[in-house]
């Protein structure tokens, strides 16, 4: 960002360099006065060049994303009604109660709906998604995947969707709680997906129940990068036959080091 800063303001101030390099060659018979004065002339103009590109370059800005997760209910052939499953938006599990046993304000989805998630970045950056299934074992990838279109890194102020289009995924006959995590980062991350699991692995041999483990599953995740909610809002989605015709989005910052992982519960009812 600098650099171009610097690059586009030499090129703003080619006239101001030139103009005593040409005074100097055409003015000054003395030649070693000649040439101190092109030297000396001209890496003053170049560090007020630097200076200014300095205080003027815009900073870049943090990255964010924008988040959207649904689920869609069949109501009548070919007509579906679509619920949230982002909760309050909170960047973090939400109403674990580990002292008492409880999980609570977590958004629910039945066997057989279907559901899809979208989300777009305001930066060129790198998104992976994964998957925790009800059964606590396995991590499953979502993004990128073979079937989706597009790939790392993502392109700013393009929505990405997952499944692609109009498509969907079912959630299936096993009722449970679901983990989702986005992990969105500047840099390429080809161990994310190793630390996650080796968090969880870790999170279930500390814990005495479930509960407990989900606890320091959520804390030790949002250390691995914090992120700060920003706004909640409202995309106006393509899909046919689903009503309402918008559907609710959240916005996450990264923090200073350029990565967040948004994390999200779903239970999963019979």
């Not at 040439?35 to 890496?43: A, D, E, F, V």
């Not at 930066?123 to 989706?148: C, N, S």
């Not at 909610?229 to 009503?243: A, D, K, M, Q």
Request: glycine residues 6%; charged residues 20%.
């Amino acid at each position: 960002m600098l650099l171009t800063c610097i690059l586009k303001n030499l090129m703003y101030y080619l006239l101001t360099i030139i103009i005593p390099n040409t005074i100097a060659l055409i003015a000054i018979k003395n030649k070693n006065l000649r040439m101190k004065i092109i030297l000396w002339g001209n890496l003053a103009l170049f560090i007020i060049v630097i200076f200014y590109s300095v205080i003027t370059c815009p900073k870049p800005q943090p990255l964010q994303v924008e988040w959207a997760f649904y689920a869609l209910k069949e109501e009548a052939i070919g007509s579906y009604g679509m619920h949230s499953l982002l909760g309050e938006g909170k960047p973090k599990f939400l109403g674990l109660e580990p002292k008492y046993g409880e999980l609570k304000g977590i958004p629910e989805v039945y066997s057989g709906e279907q559901a899809q998630m979208r989300f777009k970045l305001n930066r060129k950056g790198y998104v992976y998604i994964f998957h925790f299934d009800t059964t606590f074992t396995e991590v499953r990838q979502l993004f990128p995947a073979d079937e989706i279109q597009g790939s790392n890194p993502v392109q700013s102020d393009y929505w990405v969707e997952i499944p692609p289009g109009a498509k969907t995924w079912k959630f299936d006959e096993t009722p449970g709680l679901e983990v989702f995590f986005c992990y969105v980062s500047l840099k390429k991350s080809d161990d994310i997906k190793k630390n996650i699991i080796n968090i969880i692995d870790a999170a279930r041999i500390s814990s005495a129940n479930k509960i407990a483990m989900l606890d320091s599953l959520q804390n030790q995740l949002l250390k691995l990068a914090p992120i700060h909610f920003i706004s909640s809002g409202e995309y106006e989605h393509n899909l046919t036959g689903v009503s309402p015709s918008k559907v609710k989005t959240c916005i996450y910052q990264a923090q200073d080091k350029g990565s967040a992982l948004l994390l999200q519960f779903v239970w999963h009812r019979p």
